[in-house]
């Protein structure tokens, strides 16, 4: 069937494929595909192991990152594109940097606290609905630090003049645009020893 064939070939052109090694001698294999040759793949992977008393554990998480288009134009800045739309690369990239390891820590304290140290399977199911709200909570505050950001750059915007606005937007750059763009995120955190997972989605990104 030729034209399998090829369609096969133009896939395998599109797409790019990663295998990375975890612990216990665990694999995770991934796949990317971007069909536009004009245009990036902007999701960002995150494969993050970490250790928590003892117990390994697990995050795996995308965060969807799509199309460019100029910042605003009443801005009137010769400036690189930022991502808009439900993704972007700049906070796609940001949430893969820095959500792992805020995770990793809200974990640690629900261990330390909400369990008091017990790390055993029983007890970690009958908590369970009380871990999924403190990783709910973890990404929400998360989110809102990206808005609050630009509040302490800019409390009052509307007494801002065009230059003002301008000059903020050339000296954070980075944090208005991570606001500006957003990211979905799709993501699952993972107790290997006692083999229980929870999900977490943003956006209409889902695991």
Known sequence: MPAL???????????????????????????????LATRQNQDRLVVHEF???????????????????????????????????????????????????RISTYISRIVAGGLRGRRDRKTMLRKVNMISSELRRCVKDFDRELGHV?????????????????GLVQEYPDALWRAYAGTTLADAVANLDNRIMWTINVGDSTV
Not at 151 to 166: D, H, K, N, V, Y
Request: charge should be negative; aromatic fraction near 6%; proline fraction near 7%.
């Open 5 to 35: 064939d090829e369609l096969r070939e133009k896939i395998g052109r599109c797409s790019s494929s990663r295998k990375m090694d975890i612990s216990n001698g665990g694999e995770v294999h991934a796949v990317t595909f971007q069909p």
């Open 51 to 101: 250790q928590i008393h003892g117990q390994a554990w697990l995050l795996l998480a995308v965060c969807d990152g799509e199309f460019s288009a100029p910042f605003p134009s009443h801005m009137h800045l010769e400036s690189r594109p930022i991502a808009v739309g439900h993704g972007g690369a700049s906070t796609a990239r940001y949430t893969a940097s820095h959500l792992p390891s």
């Open 150 to 166: 630009v509040q302490t750059i800019c409390p009052e915007p509307a007494q801002l003049s065009g230059e003002q606005a301008c």
